[in-house]
């Protein structure tokens, strides 16, 4: 089997984070994202969605979207559990994931795909025909970032972790979407946001967060 | 416990379905989305998100997420697996859950709220500060529809079902999004794609497509 990985990007970030928790080892082949190795012939006949990541089996199967690899991985190898040990802890790291990825990774990707100019034409990730940038959706992206950032904050001022006591996906997905929009320049919520930042904090000293 | 849902819109729908293949029965209780009962203070102590469907759980746990609640069920309910059997099966389907919601019923969703009246200041689902509507999304939600049917018509060309041979949360998913955007007035998939359409017809035949 073969990861296929990229720098800086969050996606390929969450896969990696993941692995390093669960000490899995995996080949990896790195595709330069930067220079838009992802876009040419090469990387669209392994992927036509000309994403990162994807992790191809043994079988040729490709499993194209780094929660679903992330998923398989836990299947493999349940310990330690990052998407929950029981039917409650599934449920809710289940509903944290979806909205992570709906009120903040989501918010973060429409301030960046709708504004910076390499995107132009290609303002929704994936594989579409040519799609314009519409610059007003910079600000509701930011708004959703700042509200998302209230509610995590609030619900971390109780728990040490989103789902609860223990480590899960949740942290991870959480981690890279809110490292992502700091890196697209939208306000640091640690500024603002005690909990949140005491919780980041704690999840950034991680090894795997290196990763 | 106590599932909150509601009639017509799309995510209740999801845990109806999922349930009827089970063969789950859950109590219910029908909050009228059509008169905005799940705005009133009532339901807004119950679940702050004001969204359907919501589960609550005998210890006092809501899981507030669709799938998240398909999965809590899942757990305590092995089969039939509507998840996955299997590290690759559960890959490959959770990689087509969150294709088809970013995909498919987000796109959907981007011309419901960004069009219809009702929703003016309140453009994203969930709650947030007042949101303003942006009319061109309407156009954007149409071109990833259309673009989303031809690759969804394509795959199905070569099997049964998203997954494979076995009915999967996949189909679910799919279903409920199509028959929501044809609802919403999108072109419907069908009048173009033979694939799509057959597997849509198939689909829609399973008594739970109507729970």
Redesign the interface.
């Given at each position: 089997m073969k990861l296929y990985d990229g720098a800086w990007a969050p996606s390929p970030r969450r896969v990696r984070m993941f692995l390093a928790e669960k000490r899995i080892d995996v080949e990896r082949v790195v595709v330069d994202l930067k220079h838009g190795e992802h876009l040419r012939p090469d990387y669209a006949g392994i992927n036509a969605q000309r994403q990162l990541p994807a992790?191809l089996?043994d079988?040729g199967?490709l499993?194209?979207?780094s929660?679903?690899?992330c998923?398989?991985?836990e299947?493999?190898h349940p310990d330690p559990p990052l998407f929950?040990a029981?039917?409650?802890e599934?449920?809710?790291?289940?509903?944290w994931l979806?909205?992570i990825?709906?009120?903040c990774f989501?918010a973060v990707v429409l301030g960046f795909r709708n504004k910076v100019s390499v995107f132009a034409g290609r303002?929704?990730s994936?594989q579409?025909?040519p799609?314009e940038q519409?610059p007003?959706?910079v600000d509701?992206g930011r708004?959703?970032w700042e509200?998302f950032a209230a509610v995590l904050d609030a619900h971390l001022a109780e728990r040490r972790h989103i789902a609860g006591d223990l480590f899960t996906m949740a942290d991870i997905a959480a981690l890279v979407a809110i490292d992502f929009g700091v890196a697209t320049r939208l306000p640091d919520p640690r500024d603002r946001h005690a909990a949140l930042a005491r919780w980041h904090a704690e999840v950034s000293a991680r090894p795997s967060a290196a990763a």
């Open positions: 992790l089996l079988d199967t499993i194209d979207d929660i679903a690899i998923r398989y991985f299947a493999l929950g029981d039917p409650r599934i449920g809710l790291i289940e509903a979806r909205r990825e709906h009120d989501q303002a929704v994936g579409w025909p799609i519409i007003a959706l509701r708004c959703m509200a």
